[in-house]
């Protein structure tokens, strides 16, 4: 199943979604941030792709504080789960969905949106697994992750136990981009993620490893897995780098420019179509999907 997942999922279905995202941004003032008429169109296409493709989907709200003189608001998160799999041993995966004002955000965080509804189309919701499979994008992850905070802060604490895993994807699709795997390493578990976290981090990598690069294991940096880990829920993150500039040796590792930013367009105006590396975009579709396959046929569902 694994294999059969990988080979089906493809950049330019990635793509399509991609450019449905940018046309959102394009009618929507630019960007699609939360809250805001871009975000909450953006959530209307991602509700109506997953049902068109056979998934139930529901889109729990949270209220978001008001920021830069905009008043508060109650903003949608998008949520659906595979009908088959054990619902008692989960996997979620999940990407924020809003952009900052500055731009339309298609690898920030288009690239992650379009990886979650390409392999969820592929895998559909009523395929043959043991475990359930949870896709999930937030609102406001700009504006300090309030939509995963709020979405893990509403589950019930038996909620909670039957999630096995968290996967964060995050840029997957930079111009300049690396091939990370976050999960297991740092000075402290909100840096590692709790136990669990590296066996994540491995078979993410190892993913990527199958698709012909040399991954590196990072660090988790306070992104949407910043919820999941605090709740002690193992977590994986998936990232290609953003404002940081990529080293000579990753340069050799990987190909691109050495000293030169992942992202040069991260938060701006230009983050637009044109900016996605479908390379490495198609790298970590195979990758991710192959990890999402692993674990949702896996006969030892609980990592904690």
């Not at 449905?20 to 008429?37: H, T």
């Not at 900052?100 to 690898?107: F, H, K, R």
């Not at 111009?175 to 066996?199: I, L, M, R």
């Amino acid at each position: 199943m694994a294999q059969q997942l990988k080979s089906s999922v493809t950049d330019a279905g990635a793509f399509v979604h991609l450019a449905a995202l940018q046309k959102i941004a394009d009618e929507n003032g630019g960007n699609r941030a939360s809250p805001g008429p871009g975000y909450d169109a953006s959530v209307d296409y991602v509700a109506a792709t997953l049902r068109a493709s056979g998934y139930d989907v529901s889109t729990p709200t949270y209220e978001a504080p008001g920021r830069r003189g905009r008043e508060g608001a109650t903003v949608r998160n998008v949520v659906t789960q595979t009908r088959t799999g054990d619902p008692d041993h989960v996997v979620v995966i999940g990407a924020h969905l809003d952009s900052v004002n500055d731009g339309p955000g298609i690898v920030d965080n288009g690239s992650g949106v379009a990886t979650l509804l390409e392999i969820a189309n592929r895998l559909g919701p009523s395929a043959p697994l043991r475990n359930a499979v949870r896709f999930t994008f937030f609102g406001s992850e700009e504006n300090g992750s309030e939509g995963s905070k709020a979405y893990v802060r509403g589950l019930s604490a038996d909620d909670r136990d039957k999630i096995m895993l968290y996967l964060n994807v995050d840029m997957v699709a930079s111009p300049n981009g690396g091939y990370f795997a976050q999960g297991g390493v740092g000075d402290d578990e909100s840096a590692t993620g709790p136990p669990g976290s590296a066996t994540v981090a491995a078979v993410l990598a190892g993913q990527l490893a199958k698709t012909g690069v040399r991954p590196e294991i990072i660090k988790f940096v306070g992104d949407d897995e910043s919820a999941f880990i605090d709740a002690a829920i193992p977590s994986g993150g998936a990232e290609n780098g953003d404002h940081k500039e990529k080293s000579t040796a990753q340069a050799q590792d990987w190909g691109g420019a050495a000293d030169e930013r992942y992202d040069p367009c991260y938060h701006q105006a230009c983050d637009r179509l044109d900016n996605v590396n479908r390379v490495v975009l198609s790298h970590y579709l195979s990758a991710l999907a192959g990890t999402v396959a692993h674990f949702a046929t896996t006969d030892a569902p609980m990592l904690r």
